[in-house]
């Protein structure tokens, strides 16, 4: 079974930096497309990024130029790197993991707890 773990989340003023990991401590996780989504207070989750096993790359306008997602198949690891943050990109930020790359949620079968990140002025 797919197990997603989440971490690298916090605090940080606006301009800053932070990287985000996730680990698949369960299966394999080569064949797998992952995704980050976020979901900030009182709106709907979406779509950051996502990356195929061949690291094929999709990303959102909102982070074009800012946030790089990668993946270490070695290791079970997906990262999102996330650079020039804004107040904006405050909120839960979520690895998921499915079959078909999209940036509709629903394609995705496995997600971790979340991790919050909060963006200060």
């Known amino acids: 079974q797919v197990h997603l773990v989440e971490s690298g989340g916090g605090l940080v003023q606006a301009g800053g930096s932070l990287r985000l990991s996730c680990q698949n401590v369960?299966?394999?996780?080569?064949?797998?497309?992952m995704a980050w989504f976020r979901q900030a207070s009182g709106k709907e989750r979406e779509f950051v990024a996502s990356?195929?096993?061949?690291?094929?790359?999709e990303d959102a306008d909102s982070v074009k130029g800012r946030f790089t997602i990668s993946r270490d198949n070695a290791r079970n690891m997906v990262h999102l790197q996330m650079n020039s943050l804004r107040l904006g990109d405050t909120a839960v930020y979520f690895c998921?993991?499915?079959?078909?790359?999209?940036?509709?949620?629903?394609?995705?079968?496995?997600w971790g707890q979340g991790t919050q990140v909060t963006v200060s002025s």
């Open positions: 998921a993991a499915g079959d078909y790359q999209s940036t509709n949620r629903t394609q995705y079968e496995y």
């Open positions: 369960g299966r394999t996780f080569n064949r797998y497309i």
């Open positions: 990356i195929s096993w061949t690291g094929q790359i």
